[in-house]
């Protein structure tokens, strides 16, 4: 049998270890507090750091759309001035050589052709550019094929002529030109 004294040795080891316990029971809950804590910091900061970085990519992606938007913001008026431009030049087209000697037309015919420079001039300042055609392959991003010609003067699939000129303002096409291409006669 367990003496009354072995007993109470017992009882005061228990107290004494219950005591123990209690008193590192705050400092380990402190501790897995802090522990939370610590960590719900972390990912509030990944969060403002993922926001910081989504707010600048969408300010730099708005800032590129707005230098898009300005630098090609005259394609529909350019378009347009393309068709005066082609008028201009079927007019002069059709002008006789014999009427360019006669003195009445010929101040009609130079103001045609000085409103042709200037259109020019314009079509210069605002980075619109003539596209190449005639002696060139065929490039699909920039001619329009209308019409194969047999020829044996040319290699199959260069331009060997250009019917309507086509246009660039600066990297995009404004229209492409529109061409006959050479096949094997």
Do not use: C, W
């Given at each position: ?8 040795d ?7 270890i ?8 705050p ?5 897995d ?6 960590r719900?910091?972390?990912e ?6 993922y926001?910081?970085a989504?707010?600048?990519n969408?300010r ?14 005259v ?5 347009d001035m ?5 008028h201009?030049?079927?007019a002069?087209s059709?002008v006789?050589d014999a ?9 009609f015919?130079e ?10 001039a314009?079509f210069a ?14 490039d699909?991003h ?5 019409i ?5 003067s ?8 250009e ?6 303002l600066?990297e995009?096409l ?6 006959g291409?050479a096949?094997?006669?």
């Open positions: 049998m367990i003496d009354q004294n072995d007993q109470n017992h009882h005061d080891e228990a107290e004494s219950r005591a123990e316990t209690a008193a590192d029971a400092e380990v809950a402190e501790h507090r802090v522990a939370e804590l610590e719900e910091l972390e509030t900061r990944g969060k403002a750091l926001a910081a989504e707010t600048q969408v730099r992606r708005l800032e590129a759309e707005k230098i898009q938007a300005s630098a090609y913001a394609t529909g008026f350019a378009r393309l068709g005066v431009r082609d201009l030049d079927r002069l059709h006789p009427s360019r000697a006669d003195e009445t037309i010929k101040g015919i103001g045609i052709e000085a409103t042709l420079r200037e259109i020019d314009i300042r605002n980075g619109i550019e003539r596209i190449a055609a005639k002696g060139l392959p065929l699909p920039k001619h329009q094929a209308m194969e010609v047999a020829t044996d040319a290699e199959p699939g260069t331009v060997v002529e019917m309507q000129t086509g246009y660039m600066k995009r404004l229209r492409p030109a529109l061409v291409v096949k094997a006669g």
